[in-house]
């Protein structure tokens, strides 16, 4: 099993259709594909929704995407009641059971005469009670009065939540036991007209390509409730994101949930995880075309793929709150704004005394008053006029203090200090707020926090900050050649450079490195792999497999979604590059060369991973030295050589192999030789980008 791509929630109804204006107590849908969610639709009556499922149903496995719908009713009754009455205890005998006995059309329906029927069977006072008929019910209890139930009240999962009813009660405010018969036809219908592929759980174990399971919309009830609109709407709308967020382990552990006959209500007991999935709010993702390179050009020139991918991403990580400790290397989502002036009082910048108004040039001698004042130690006494008090370095000024003379500077005496004019006005003092002013943007949003950036957020009263949730960044390498280091290489075998490489890079980055190994050049490998990646990333990075012959799975796979740029960059090293969506994550396929896997990893993934970050576009800066080398190449292409600096000068890499790894290692950067440069002569200026400019 490798996730759900596609969630579904709806919010049931037993009633009857009232028509095509939105409200409450009809059948509400929420679907997020993708990740990209839809606006919660409004269905007019049961055989609406049985048809919009279908369609989606059939859309989602037409995509390849798997799909979880989620249904606010039970799917099934205290233990006992499907054997006593189809005689067998699989709860979907009884959804069957069911589906060949309603009657539903979109104004009326036989639910209660079917309770009643069912009734019969047993006191003919219960299980079912309630009636929201005009007319009597034989065997339909209206009331509780003479109510009798062979079965119990609750299932096990209703015992365990609290504010939920019964299934038995079929009328009244609140009540769920007529979605109940009216829903498990319409379920059971679906179910059988996709034969085999789809899973009910907890019955069934959730495999196939779509589960139906069993919702409670009021575990998210804190956070509907601060949702404006109608709230069936809200409810589904934020179950939805809730599941498409959670974590695959969140998740796999919710449907880890033994419950055979009555079936269970999926998140109850997990209910924190589930709350902060749904308050876990992403933008949603990037659409195909983002990576669509200029038409009619042939060869594109790094500055204008650059200028597409700036133009076209933007974040795709949601919003957390962070602890101060915790933040450095972390994007800032918001402004941060100072809370506290800085300094938030006037004090003095030194040890010395203080006093009031200047003094000109010339002897004084100012009285010293009793006490001092010290950091963390407000004197709370005036100074008086023509005296002095001692204060050290931090203090705030007293009452009656502007001024500071240096200890160095006068001479103490007993109870007096003589010392030399002039002294000015606020000599050796700090104004309040003379850094920052309570109000005043401290750090803009976007900015990466710097362990400075720590000192300054805690000075100005924040102790904790609204970042981006770190960038995930899958590393896979593509290549039936390809061993892991270390292992026993037969001929014809290398070994994986790219991968360690790249994530050591992701993390330097200060973004979350997925490792998603190495997959062989088998196209259904590599797709359940991306499925993988697509569900625990926000971006995949792989490398090789990105051109266009027999063996590059991966610019087929991405052709097959139908996103698949193949970028012809005027650049070296460089080909080729293949860009795309796999379920709505970008992937970016880097060039199996080590050397140029590196060079694209940092000329376009180091800019577009930042932005998608939250963090802006990250340019390297260079600076111009003089070249301690010759070299002549064509007008128009860009490119990168392995170089580093001595004595001044630019030297580069002896080889331009893009397969001579060992010259990655022996440089310190890259020299970037610009697209209209041809010749280059020794003690010509290029321009030299440290690897530090790059961020590794
Ligand atoms: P490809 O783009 O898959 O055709 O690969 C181009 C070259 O890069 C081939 O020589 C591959 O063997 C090599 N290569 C691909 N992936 C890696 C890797 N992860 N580590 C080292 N070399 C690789
Ligand atoms: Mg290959």
């Given at each position: 099993m490798n996730g759900f791509q596609s969630f579904a929630m709806v919010d049931w109804s037993g009633g009857n259709d009232t028509g095509p204006r939105p409200r409450k107590d009809a059948i509400w849908i929420a679907v997020v594909r993708a990740g990209r969610a839809d606006s919660p639709r409004y269905l007019r009556n049961r055989a609406q929704a049985e048809e919009v499922l279908r369609d989606l149903i059939t859309e989602e496995r037409a995509a390849g995407r798997r799909l979880l719908i989620g249904f606010d009713f039970p799917f099934g009754y205290p233990v006992g009641f499907a054997q006593a009455v189809?005689?067998?205890?699989?709860p979907l005998a009884l959804w069957a059971w069911l589906a060949d006995r309603v009657e539903d059309a979109p104004k009326a329906n036989n639910r209660f005469d079917l309770a009643g029927q069912i009734n019969a069977q047993f006191?003919?006072?219960?299980?079912f009670w309630g009636n929201a008929l005009a007319r009597d019910i034989a065997n339909l209890p209206r009331t509780k009065g003479d109510y009798q139930n062979p079965f119990p009240d609750r299932r096990a999962c209703e015992k365990a939540a609290r504010g939920t009813f019964t299934c038995w009660q079929l009328a009244g405010a609140g009540s769920v036991g007529g979605q109940v018969l009216m829903g498990l036809p319409v379920l059971a219908r679906l179910r059988r007209s996709f034969e085999g592929a789809v899973s009910v759980w907890p019955f069934e174990p959730p495999d196939r390509d779509v589960a139906f399971v069993e919702i409670w919309p009021s575990l998210l009830n804190d956070q509907v409730r601060r949702m404006p609109g109608i709230r069936d709407a809200a409810q589904v709308h934020l179950m939805a994101r809730a599941l498409a967020n959670l974590a695959p382990t969140d998740l796999a552990q919710m449907l880890?949930?033994?419950?055979?006959?009555?079936g269970w209500i999926f998140g109850l007991g997990h209910e924190a995880t589930l709350q902060n999935a749904a308050a876990d709010l992403r933008p949603p993702p990037l659409t195909n075309d983002c990576f669509a390179l200029p038409g009619g050009v042939d060869w594109t020139p790094v500055d204008d793929a650059l200028a597409r991918l700036r133009d076209r991403l933007r974040p795709v990580v949601g919003v957390e709150a962070t602890p101060l400790g915790g933040a450095s290397g972390r994007v800032l989502a918001e402004d941060l704004v100072a809370v506290r002036s800085n300094p938030p009082l006037p004090n003095t910048a030194v040890d010395g005394y203080g006093f009031a108004g200047a003094l000109v040039e010339g002897p004084h001698r100012l009285p010293l008053i009793e006490g001092r004042a010290a950091a963390g130690l407000k004197f709370n006494g005036t100074v008086p006029p023509g005296h002095a008090i001692r204060v050290l370095t931090g203090a705030a000024l007293p009452d009656g203090v502007d001024t500071v003379i240096l200890e160095e500077d006068v001479t103490l005496g007993l109870g007096e200090i003589a010392f030399l004019g002039p002294v000015k006005v606020g000599a050796n003092t700090r104004a309040a707020g003379e850094d920052i002013v309570a109000g005043q943007v401290a750090l803009p949003r976007g900015r990466t926090v710097a362990p400075a950036d720590l000192a300054l957020a805690s000075a100005v009263g924040v102790g904790e900050l609204q970042v981006f949730r770190p960038l995930r960044v899958a590393v896979l390498s593509t290549g039936d050649e390809l061993l892991e280091a270390g292992a026993e290489a037969q001929p014809g075998q290398i070994f994986d450079a790219n991968r360690p490489m790249l994530l050591e890079i992701v993390r330097r980055w200060a973004f979350e490195p997925v490792d998603m190994g190495r997959v062989a050049d088998d196209r259904t490998a590599l797709r359940k792999r991306l499925d993988r990646a697509a569900t625990c990333a926000d971006v995949i990075l792989t490398s090789g497999?990105?051109?266009?012959?027999?063996?590059?799975?991966v610019s087929a796979l991405l052709r097959e979604t139908g996103s698949l740029q193949s970028w012809r960059i005027a650049?070296?090293?460089?080909?080729p590059l293949a860009l795309g969506m796999w379920q709505g994550v970008p992937v970016f396929?880097?060039?199996?060369n080590p050397v140029a896997a590196l060079v694209c990893a940092l000329v376009f993934g180091r800019p577009a991973l930042s932005l998608m970050a939250g963090a802006g576009w990250a340019e390297p800066t260079g600076f111009d030295i003089p070249a301690a080398f010759a070299k002549r190449k064509k007008a128009g292409r860009r490119e990168y050589l392995r170089a580093r600096v001595r004595d001044g000068r630019a030297e580069v890499f002896k080889s331009e192999g893009s397969g001579r790894i060992s010259g990655l290692s022996w440089a310190e950067g890259l020299v970037e030789i610009t697209d209209a440069q041809q010749d280059i002569a020794p003690g010509d200026l290029v321009r030299f980008i440290p690897f530090g400019s790059f961020g590794i």
């Open positions: 189809t005689g067998k205890k699989d006191s003919g006072n219960g299980p880890a949930q033994h419950a055979p006959e009555e497999g990105a051109s266009a012959g027999d063996e590059d799975h650049l070296k090293p460089g080909r396929g880097l060039p199996g």
